[in-house]
């Protein structure tokens, strides 16, 4: 099936990631990486702010009680709704001079997921971890090189991960009340198709994989593991994917274009922007991080 990308915002982002789609105020957050920024985009209007962070920003996520959660080189804290610091609430369990932090989001039992990017690349080096109600940070997986594509699907039984350098998709069985099982492989993927990057599932329970340096995005299904479609992007690098609009079928996808040469870039100009493309299946609202 063809469909139009669209062009939404030309962000020119280093390392867009972590699109999130606010349902109350019907914006699009997203943040660049290496800026380091959190960005706030408001499609109706086209107004764009930007809000500073002082170190890497790799993920965040909306809180109940307003502002954001965000996982930063440091660790996690606790941020206003203009992206200012409240408090510290967690250090980097991992080692923060060689891994900071890259995907992640909300559960929907409130809890924030965030993983890390092992840097030197020479082993499994970065973790997965989980930010409860109390605030206080635990890791949920090791033996990962860079933590991404954490989504859950909407029955709540499971949770699934991928690794992009190592080419694989794991998913977790869950229990009622949201903890993790023994992972299982669910698939893997050919780098000459794009490694699995930032993901997000949709009311059916597929799920949506941007593939970087695939130029393309990919559905795949919750029973058979097998790519049932595909968009086609105007940008090779792809990071992640979120579900947005009134009927949440809009999907926003960032992309990057760090480390690029210019010979590339002026093959893919739009390498950073923010691009958008209407979707048959609503995706699901994002939980909000709930403190107690």
């Avoid at 809890?111 to 973790?127: H, I, R, T, V, Y």
């Avoid at 698939?187 to 997000?200: I, S, T, V, W």
């Avoid at 559905?219 to 949440?248: C, H, Y």
């Avoid at 996808?253 to 893919?268: F, K, P, V």
């Amino acid at each position: 099936m063809t469909r139009q990308v669209v062009n939404v915002l030309s962000l020119q982002a280093e390392l867009g990631e972590c699109p999130l789609w606010s349902m109350e105020e019907q914006v699009l957050w997203c943040v660049d990486i290496l800026a380091p920024a959190i960005h706030r985009f408001d499609p109706k209007s086209g107004e764009l702010q930007t809000f500073p962070q002082a170190e890497e920003v790799g993920c965040i996520g909306l809180r109940e009680k307003g502002g954001l959660i965000a996982a930063l080189r440091s660790g996690v804290w606790l941020l206003d709704a203009q992206g200012r610091p409240e408090r510290k609430v967690a250090d980097n369990p991992g080692i923060a001079s060689q891994s900071r932090f890259n995907d992640g989001r909300v559960d929907p039992w409130g809890n924030f997921w965030c993983g890390s990017l092992w840097e030197p690349q020479d082993k499994n080096g970065a973790l997965l971890c989980r930010v409860d109600s109390s605030l206080n940070i635990e890791v949920m997986a090791r033996d990962i090189k860079i933590s991404n594509g954490v989504a859950f699907s909407p029955d709540r039984r499971w949770m699934y991960h991928s690794d992009t350098p190592n080419e694989v998709l794991w998913r977790y069985p869950l229990t009622s009340d949201g903890e993790p099982g023994p992972r299982e492989l669910f698939r893997r993927f050919d780098a000459k198709g794009g490694l699995p990057d930032g993901a997000a599932v949709d009311s059916e329970g597929f799920y949506w994989s941007a593939q970087f340096d695939g130029g393309r995005i990919v559905r795949i299904g919750p029973r058979s593991a097998e790519i049932v479609d595909e968009i086609v992007l105007p940008v090779r690098w792809p990071t992640m994917v979120a579900f947005g609009g009134k009927d949440l079928k809009t999907l926003y996808i960032t992309s990057s274009r760090e480390d690029r040469s210019a010979e590339e870039l002026a093959r893919y100009p739009q390498s950073g922007d923010i691009l958008a493309v209407e979707v048959e299946v609503a995706g699901v609202a994002e939980p909000r991080f709930i403190e107690k």
